[in-house]
């Protein structure tokens, strides 16, 4: 079993920058790829970013290439997601997930383990 606990959350304007944090305990961090998902008010939850085991792959959406950095510390069982530019379409409850299948899984029923969410909110 794996736990993931997400941080980082909050209200910022339009162009300012977010850093989320998921924080992990369980099983060896590093045999699991890592993503990051987010859902808005009446929609579903899609995929933002996701990175491999070892942290040599990455992959991100469209709507967010160039904005926003997956990474992670192996060695402090921490996802990381550097969120800059940000946008009012942005807002969302961000989740970060767990998976133990190889390279960057970008489909929701590929993931194993799921955290509690965190609320970020872009005014304009």
């Known amino acids: 079993q794996v736990q993931l606990v997400e941080s980082g959350g909050g209200l910022v304007q339009a162009g300012d920058s977010l850093r989320l944090s998921c924080a992990t305990s369980?099983?060896?961090?590093?045999?699991?790829?890592m993503g990051w998902f987010r859902q808005a008010p009446g929609k579903e939850r899609e995929f933002v970013a996701g990175i491999n085991r070892s942290g040599s792959l990455t992959y991100y959406a469209d709507s967010v290439e160039g904005r926003f950095t997956i990474s992670r510390d192996n060695a402090k069982n921490t996802a990381y997601l550097q969120m800059n530019s940000l946008k009012p379409e942005d807002t969302a409850v961000y989740y970060c997930?767990?998976?133990?299948?190889?390279?960057?899984?970008?489909?929701?029923?590929?993931?194993?383990?799921w955290g509690q969410g965190t609320q970020v909110t872009v005014s304009s």
């Open positions: 369980g099983r060896t961090f590093s045999t699991y790829a």
């Open positions: 997930a767990a998976t133990s299948h190889l390279g960057v899984p970008r489909i929701r029923g590929q993931y194993d383990y």
